[in-house]
T-cell receptor, first 117, second 112 residues
Framework: AQSVAQPEDQVNVAEGNPLTVKCTYSVSGNPYLFWYVQYPNRGLQFLLKYITGDNLVKGSYGFEAEFNKSQTSFHLKKPSALVSDSALYFCAVRDMRSGAGSYQLTFGKGTKLSVIP | KAGVTQTPRYLIKTRGQQVTLSCSPISGHRSVSWYQQTPGQGLQFLFEYFSETQRNKGNFPGRFSGRQFSNSRSEMNVSTLELGDSALYLC???????????FGPGTRLTVL
């Protein structure tokens, strides 16, 4: 079974400082990894994904994520946080094991990011 | 290009009633998935559909059902509503099953 862990319920960072939101995963096969962001009373908005290739993935709004196979991690990063980045962030994994039969996403519990002016 | 649309956006029902939620995917997308989001359980997978066929179903009781139409639009139905069914129901579409899923704004269901 696939699973995702986001060890921090909340991350606080000062505006202008770098931010990191942590994610670790567990799958049987090769992982497809995703980050989504959710603003209050809204659906999930796609930020970036890792399928294969370069371990550093660049996405929307200046976000990037680093895939680390040995540590089974996919941490979300941004060099300089904005107040408008304050939101709920979800990491998700899809197990691309051959014959898995399903393409469902398994999500972490979410991390609330607060950027302090 | 229009995004995923879900109707209605808000719904209030009482226990024992049934409800139908609708999802229109992004044009050209043939796969639709549904998720339930609650504060306690987070985001949980309900169903996935591709070309009118249910490909997989999550661990939910039989009161939860869904379908997909030939135009890729999808509906989900919950019968005999319980208080615990109060949640944000999110629909996501993708061009194919393995592609990136794009989410709609959700339907907020409140069961009284």
């Amino acid at each position: 079974a696939q699973s995702v862990a986001q060890p921090e319920d909340q991350v606080n960072v000062a505006e202008g400082n770098p931010l990191t939101v942590k994610c670790t995963y567990s799958v049987s096969g090769n992982p497809y990894l995703f980050w989504y962001v959710q603003y209050p009373n809204r659906g999930l908005q796609f930020l970036l994904k890792y399928i294969t290739g370069d371990n550093l993935v660049k996405g929307s709004y200046g976000f990037e994520a680093e895939f680390n196979k040995s540590q089974t991690s996919f941490h979300l990063k941004k060099p300089s946080a904005l107040v408008s980045d304050s939101a709920l962030y979800f990491c998700a994994v899809r197990d691309m094991r051959s014959g898995a039969g399903s393409y469902q996403l398994t999500f972490g519990k979410g991390t609330k990011l607060s950027v302090i002016p | 290009k229009a995004g995923v649309t879900q109707t209605p956006r808000y719904l209030i029902k009482t226990r024992g009633q049934q409800v139908t939620l609708s999802c229109s995917p992004i044009s050209g997308h043939r796969s639709v998935s549904w998720y339930q989001q609650t504060p306690g359980q987070g985001l949980q997978f309900l169903f996935e559909y591709f070309s009118e066929t249910q490909r997989n179903k999550g661990n939910f009781p039989g009161r939860f059902s869904g379908r997909q139409f030939s135009n890729s639009r999808s509906e989900m139905n919950v019968s005999t509503l319980e208080l615990g069914d109060s949640a944000l129901y999110l629909c996501a579409s993708s061009r194919r099953l393995a592609d990136t899923q794009y989410f709609g704004p959700g339907t907020r269901l409140t069961v009284l």
